[in-house]
């Protein structure tokens, strides 16, 4: 039985109808027939697309150019029609899909897939597409904070955002390596200002294909950085507190000058060739220089000489080593008085250093064409025992360390040559408590090129009844 519809509509002549759709339309049309028009003719003359007939069993209706039932109409209420349609492999952006939009009463709509707001993502990185990440900008220099993307391997692979500086070593990134082709990162490292014997160089051995080991500086061959010296020079690995390396900018304000109690340091102004500087009681002195690391330069007056003193407190067995040098004017030989220098012990006169109390241990005697040691004492104004090496070699210092050791109440001399060779001076008794130490600079009283200046590389202190060296 045909599906019944129901139409209300009003006719030219009045009344209602009841239609009832047939599946065909009627084969043949009079004049009498009833026709609906779509508004754009009216009349029976000639009508519009949708008509009907008034005669027979069945009212037939063309609506929309078709009969009353669509075969293929898509239907809200009608299961498994879409995949009798054709597929599309490979859509795009362009293609359209129907939509009721619900901003405007659900009206029908349609819209492309390029514009669906959770449709194609072309900024998208994909898991099967080449080239993508290329294509970014490249950040020239990351740093620790920057993020990475990475599938979290002990969560189920979910994603998750890490930072550079959280990645472990085993990823390839070492922020703090030292590399063989990147400028300035030694000169980044914190700087140890006073080496010892057991600290450890990165070398590269020659002997072995150049692989990598390490060496104690205290190994190091003498062109490592002796400059053919015995390691006398290499500073202690502990250090005693009383110790002077002479290698900062500023000079230890323990020192202070002393022309009778009286005096002043002028720092930075010693002068080889200055020939006005003959008297007074400034001491001149030039500490680390750039042209001669970790050694305090002292140029005193001429005429007069000069002192530098600190004060101290000795254990009752201590060795007190220096390392100094002098001038020696071009003569053909050695001159009675040429530049002398002094490492000086000395007990307490009222708050005072006192000269009348001391020993002295004195490079460059200055007796005419010697050029030696010497190693005295003087109690309450009187000079007691003296002892002095033979002539070394005036055309350079062979002498130039110095060491008095202290046991208890003995004083032993002992002064080293540049390869590490030790004399023993002899030894002194010396009652006098020790209140100061110090220098004693005396100049050659001749401007041969200027007033003399003398060097002290450092002083150091261990506290033994045992000759070290």
């Not at 039985?1 to 759709?21: A, D, I």
């Not at 949708?50 to 009212?59: A, E, F, H, I, M």
């Not at 075969?71 to 809200?76: M, S, V």
């Not at 950085?225 to 000079?251: C, I, K, R, Y």
Request: proline share 5%.
């Amino acid at each position: 039985m045909p599906r019944k519809n129901y139409f209300e509509g009003v006719l030219e002549t009045g009344g209602s109808l009841e239609f009832n759709p047939s599946s065909s339309p009627p084969t043949g049309r009079n004049v009498n027939d009833v026709y609906l028009d779509d508004g754009t003719n009216t009349g029976s003359g000639n009508p519009g697309w949708r008509y009907l007939v008034s005669t027979g069993p069945d009212v037939w209706a063309d609506v929309g150019g078709g009969g009353g039932v669509d075969t293929t109409a898509i239907h809200k209420t009608t299961a498994d029609e879409f995949d009798t349609a054709s597929l599309k492999a490979t859509p795009v952006n362009a293609d359209r899909l129907l939509i009721e939009d619900s901003a405007d009463s659900l009206g029908k709509k349609y819209v492309t897939i390029g514009t669906l707001p959770t449709g194609s993502d072309s900024d998208a990185i994909h898991d099967n597409v080449a080239a993508e990440i290329s294509a970014i900008t490249a950040k020239a220099v990351p740093t620790t904070s920057d993020y990475l993307v990475i599938e979290d391997a002990a969560d189920s692979d979910n994603k998750k955002s890490i930072t550079i500086g959280d990645l472990p070593e085993q990823a390839g990134i070492d922020s703090t390596a030292v590399h063989d082709n990147v400028a300035a990162e030694i000169s980044a490292v914190t700087e140890k200002a006073t080496p010892v014997s057991a600290d450890l160089l990165l070398i590269e051995d020659s002997a072995d294909s150049n692989n990598k080991k390490r060496v104690q500086v205290g190994n190091l061959p003498s062109s490592g950085g002796g400059g053919g010296e015995s390691n006398l020079w290499m500073p202690p690995e502990n250090p005693h507190v009383l110790n002077d390396e002479f290698d900062q900018s500023t000079l230890n304000p323990a020192w202070f000058p002393w022309f009778n109690a009286v005096g002043s340091f002028s720092v930075g102004t010693v002068d080889a060739y200055d020939l006005s500087f003959t008297s007074g009681t400034v001491l001149r002195v030039d500490q680390n220089p750039d042209t001669r690391r970790s050694w305090l330069l002292v140029q005193p007056p001429r005429t007069s000489g000069g002192w530098m003193f600190k004060e101290v407190t000795l254990a009752t067995n201590v060795l007190m080593v220096c390392r100094m040098k002098f001038s020696i004017s071009y003569t053909g030989t050695a001159i009675s008085g040429d530049g002398r220098v002094s490492f000086v012990l000395l007990g307490d006169n009222s708050g005072d250093p006192d000269p009348d109390n001391r020993v002295t241990l004195r490079l460059n005697a200055g007796d005419a064409n010697e050029v030696k040691a010497d190693f005295s004492s003087r109690v309450g104004g009187s000079w007691g025992l003296s002892y002095e090496t033979t002539d070394t070699d005036q055309k350079g210092q062979a002498l130039e360390y110095v060491a008095i050791h202290k046991i208890g109440t003995t004083y032993h001399g002992w002064v080293g040559t540049a390869s590490g060779n030790w004399i023993w001076m002899n030894s002194i008794s010396f009652a006098v408590p020790i209140a100061y130490l110090g220098f004693l600079f005396l100049p050659l009283n001749v401007a041969y090129p200027g007033t003399d200046i003398f060097g002290i590389d450092f002083i150091r202190f261990y506290e033994t009844d045992n000759f070290l060296f």
